[in-house]
């Protein structure tokens, strides 16, 4: 997959968007990392995901993350959760705009997830016991895949690598922790070391780093002008 920085900013905004929304008027609901959310679907969108893939407890501001991203590649979210939170959920999206960007399944993911082949992207919440049962029944995209974990626990260096090397050993596996805040770890699976071609062109020694990009987006709503700035999605891998 090759990185496309125009479906990244286009789904940055889009979430920045659709989360002031929903907190004008939902109020402050599961409250994450600052900008994490707008990081996750830039990223999945960047990489032009197809299918990506989210086992949580419950929705959350991350759903509909993922969802805006999905919009962007002209993909799909499975999100699988609880049933009992199936309804809350579905009115989310629906008034979110994104209810055709998103498939709920209720089963246990463990069942189910070796239904889905070649995944490119997916998000788990390791606050889940089973999430390293999860990680060992994903079948991902070769050519290029991302896997987030959210409530990674500190004393777990290698949360995500640790569990994936093993099933793709013939694959390169590159992971980085605390991208943005705590608790969040980041792996990359590829068929070949061209990873940095798919995550664009970032520096590769040193310290140094692109500079952000900075753009603009018009409020109808309240006639202003607010300027952005996107993070590049860029780092280093250990």
Not at 45 to 72: D, F, N, P, Y
Not at 150 to 171: F, M, T
Request: proline content about 3%; charged content about 30%; overall charge neutral.
């Amino acid at each position: 997959m090759e990185w496309s920085p125009k479906f990244a900013t286009m789904a940055y905004l889009d979430t920045l968007q659709l989360c002031n929304n929903h907190k004008r008027q939902y109020g402050p609901w599961r409250i994450q990392e600052p900008g994490s959310n707008e990081f996750v679907s830039a990223l999945a969108a960047g990489v032009k995901a197809k299918l990506i893939v989210e086992v949580a407890s419950h929705i959350s501001l991350s759903t509909i993350a993922l969802a805006a991203a999905a919009r962007q590649t002209g993909g799909r979210l499975v999100c699988m959760l609880s049933e009992s939170v199936l309804d809350e959920s579905k009115e989310v999206i629906s008034n979110s705009g994104l209810k055709d960007q998103v498939e709920f399944r209720t089963e246990d993911p463990s069942k189910i997830l070796p239904y889905y082949d070649n995944i490119d992207f997916m998000h788990v919440n390791c606050k889940d016991e089973n999430y390293t049962r999860f990680l060992n029944l994903v079948d991902v995209n070769p050519t290029g895949s991302i896997v987030v974990a959210n409530n990674v626990g500190d004393g777990d260096k290698k949360a995500l690598r640790r569990y994936l090397r093993g099933k793709y050993e013939k694959l390169t596996i590159r992971s980085l922790k605390h991208p943005l805040g705590k608790g969040m770890e980041i792996t990359s699976i590829s068929k070949n070391d061209d990873i940095d071609k798919r995550l664009g062109d970032r520096e590769d020694c040193g310290n140094k780093r692109k500079k952000s990009s900075w753009v603009a987006r018009f409020d109808e709503e309240s006639g202003e002008e607010h300027i952005y700035r996107v993070p590049q999605v860029d780092w280093f891998w250990s």
